[in-house]
DNA sequence: CTATGGCACGGATT
DNA sequence: AATCCGTGCCATAG
């Protein structure tokens, strides 16, 4: 099957080749966008909006029944594969505009592990809002990092929806005390006054915590207790107690599990979050034993042909302008038969890291098995770049609904981070690096004690001497 | 002396 | 050719 393809793929022409690689380097959105400036310029292109599936929702092709619903076969080796579209789903859901729950009903399916932050909040402040300032909260929901602080000024949300300032401070003030408290601040500093606030509603908070934290950050960070009592005038033992405080009860960067390493490399971009370019599904989704399903998403709303009215125009045609109309319509045909090699190949690729990765993606990242896109291609009888501009950009979702980017599965490290984290979990005592590298040396990951510091540090695990017994999860 | 982070090198990967 | 990643060495903090 996969010879049959790749040899198609080698008689190509070559401006047909390198359409069909440059269509293989974009993912979904940057081929809608690619697609419908097409359909603008190119009066031989069409769109043509087919009917839908009932059930599903989905376009169907011919007369045939949808090839998505009725029952598909497959085995644990063969996963089945679909070019598909949806139609469900609200563009405006991707796009970060306005999103609210019953607005999209099926937008839960699609949330990606940052994105579900913004919905988790919404769900808790939805009822106290008020309908005009739900677009509010939308925008500053979704513009939070994936440590849960504000990427954006407030001042640009208000300037952007012609709103006072103050109403936007307003929403903004209530989405900080939901629950990761903090989150919507814009620095780690705000955010760790703010949970001291809440905190201080509650129970009893020590006096020197809010100016330790407006004054010496920077010792908070470093664990600097002696540079800290000094500042503060108190005594190293108080000093100890209010770090200990703080560190207990605040968090810098609301979103996360744990401290991270805060004092140096600021936290990564925000991921961006888009739909996924495929998704990969169980055939039935209670048993776990049944064939994935790998649906390759269109960014089109209906299928794309040939115009047909322009069709025949042409052959009725005799004047001056006939060549340029001939060369539209060449250049529409290059374009369908590009769009559907760089689906083929897309779906070439997941079937096969679907086979690959089975494991991993029922079961997650401690299964992942070590792949390289060297591999893949030599499997697939590909180019090593075509397999390297397939996986660029792109995202799935997986059967846990969870959103990635599809360079994860060459992720060599992510099962070795996995073990680490549940080690950790698991541990009596804080191991040290040395202890969990020999830890990870008996399951199987032999790396040196100087990695686990830096899986550590990824994974936002504390150093050994400052965990104490603080369960990890995530 | 032990634990951990910074820097930089070399090999693999893209 | 450029980039990424694991690792060794060294400095520093405790």
Redesign the pocket.
């Known amino acids: 099957m996969y010879q049959i393809q790749s040899q198609e793929l080698r008689t190509l022409t070559t401006a047909h080749l390198a359409q069909t690689m440059s269509l293989l380097a974009l993912n979904i959105e940057e081929l809608g966008e690619k697609i419908h400036s097409l359909l603008a310029k190119n009066p031989a292109l069409e769109l043509e909006e087919s009917r839908r599936c009932p059930q599903c929702l989905r376009p169907l092709r011919g007369n045939g029944p949808c090839p998505v619903c009725s029952h598909p076969t497959g085995s644990n080796d063969e996963p089945v594969v679909f070019i598909s579209h949806r139609w469900d789903i609200p563009e405006r859901a991707f796009t970060g505009g306005s999103i609210s729950p019953d607005e999209a009903p099926g937008l839960d399916e699609y949330v990606s592990e940052e994105r579900s932050l913004a919905l988790y909040i919404l769900q808790q402040i939805a009822p106290a809002l008020a309908p005009a300032e739900r677009p509010l909260a939308a925008h500053i929901l979704t513009s939070l990092d994936e440590d849960g602080l504000l990427s954006i000024p407030p001042l640009e949300v208000a300037r952007y929806h012609h709103v006072l300032p103050s109403r936007v401070e307003s929403v903004l003030h209530r989405i900080q005390r939901c629950d990761p408290p903090g989150v919507g601040a814009s620095t780690p500093r705000e955010a760790l006054l703010i949970q001291l606030e809440i905190l201080g509603e509650s129970r009893e908070v020590p006096p020197l915590a809010r100016r330790a934290i407006e004054e010496h950050l920077e010792h908070l960070g470093?664990?600097?207790?002696?540079e800290l009592s000094l500042a503060l005038g108190i005594s190293e033992a108080e000093g100890a107690a209010l770090v200990r405080f703080i560190r207990e009860n605040l968090n810098p960067y609301p979103a996360r599990a744990h401290w991270g390493?805060w004092?140096?490399?600021a936290p990564a971009a925000a991921p961006v979050y888009r739909r996924p370019d495929a998704l990969i599904r169980l055939a039935s989704p209670n048993n776990p034993d049944s064939p994935l399903v790998v649906e390759i998403l269109s960014p089109l709303r209906g299928q794309l042909r040939l115009n047909p009215l322009f069709r025949r125009a042409l052959a009725e045609m005799e004047d001056a302008r006939r060549p340029a109309w001939q060369k539209d319509l060449e250049r529409a045909r290059l374009l369908i038969k590009s769009l559907g090699q760089r689906n083929q190949a897309l779906a070439q690729l997941l079937r096969y890291l679907a086979r690959k990765q089975r494991r991993f993606i029922l079961q997650g990242d401690l299964y992942l098995t070590?792949?390289?896109?060297?591999?893949v291609a030599a499997f697939l009888g590909v180019h090593?770049?075509t397999?390297?501009r397939a996986?660029?950009g792109k995202t799935v979702q997986l059967p846990n609904r969870r959103i990635i980017p599809l360079e994860r599965f060459?992720?060599?490290?992510l099962p070795?981070r996995a073990a680490l984290r549940s080690i950790v979990a698991q541990e009596e005592k804080?191991?040290?690096?040395?202890?969990?590298a020999n830890r990870l040396k008996t399951l199987g990951y032999?790396?040196?004690?100087?990695?686990?510091?830096?899986?550590?540090?990824?994974e936002g695990i504390?150093?050994?001497?400052?965990?104490h017994g603080i369960a990890s999860h995530i």
């Not at 070590?370 to 591999?375: D, G, K």
């Not at 060459?410 to 490290?413: A, G, Y």
């Not at 504390?462 to 965990?467: D, F, I, N």
């Open positions: 470093r664990y600097q207790v002696h390493d004092h140096h490399g070590p792949l390289t896109r060297a591999q090593e770049s397999v390297s996986v660029a060459f992720d060599r490290s070795v804080p191991l040290s690096d040395s202890q969990l032999p790396i040196a004690r100087r990695t686990v510091a830096k899986y550590r540090q990824m504390l150093p050994a001497r400052l965990r």
